[in-house]
């Protein structure tokens, strides 16, 4: 969700910065902005801390950090071609089966902060699409503690959501004919670890900053976070992942999808 449907990233950007002017801090850097995106925050909110070296407690920083989003995250909006594209996707069905194309939200936010950041009619419209159930965020029980992203417990519970949905005798979705979107370097390694295949729609400073090793990106292997089980991991070159500039760029021919005129 956040960075690829809606604008969070670059409004956690600019109350990040805010906080850091506050203490005569440089600015957000490229790097480190790219390197804390989709991080579950017990995560990169450590990381960044020691990064800016601040002088302030890690624990003054979180309520500074939350106090600027709550000021901030009610003005989220949807990113070019969001709502084109769920939209699509909802009427739209596989070309080889004939079966509805079915959508579930896999996310890092917390269940506050997606109430703040869908506040707008317009991404309270968006994130419409999909069911709540279907909606698996940072807090969802149904995922383990400590099991966020780049793991890739929240896309198979995604995946579950689904299918427990299904109607009597309909066959399981397997992971292998599954579409993960995501604009973050550990998201496409959740996906990856998942067994799905990913579309990788990353924030120019994020693509910027890969440009190098986006091959290891799209097959999961950047070694961000150590998580084990590397036999979840891609392989270079494999075709099961490719990056799109945005989502405006989605090519639903390719992946046998059919959306009516």
Known sequence: MDGLLINSEDIITLSTNQILEKYGRPAFTRSIRAQLMGVPNSTNGDVFHDWAKLPISRETFAVESAE?????FPNCKPLPGAEKLLSNLSR??????????????????????????????ETKRLLSFFQPDRRVLGDDPRVRHG???????IYLVALQSLNSAADWGEKAIMPNECLVFEDSVAG?????RAGMRVVWVPHPDVAVEYQARQKEVLAGRTGMIEVGDDWQLGEIDDDWAESIPNLEHFNYEKYGIEVPS
């Open 188 to 192: 496409v390694e959740a996906g990856r």
């Open 68 to 72: 600027q989003m709550k000021l901030h």
């Open 147 to 153: 099991r966020g992203k780049p793991a890739p417990d």
């Open 92 to 121: 739209a069905r596989s070309a080889s089966s004939g079966d509805r194309i079915e959508l579930a939200l896999g996310s890092s936010t917390k269940s506050h902060s997606y109430e703040l950041k869908t506040s707008r009619p």
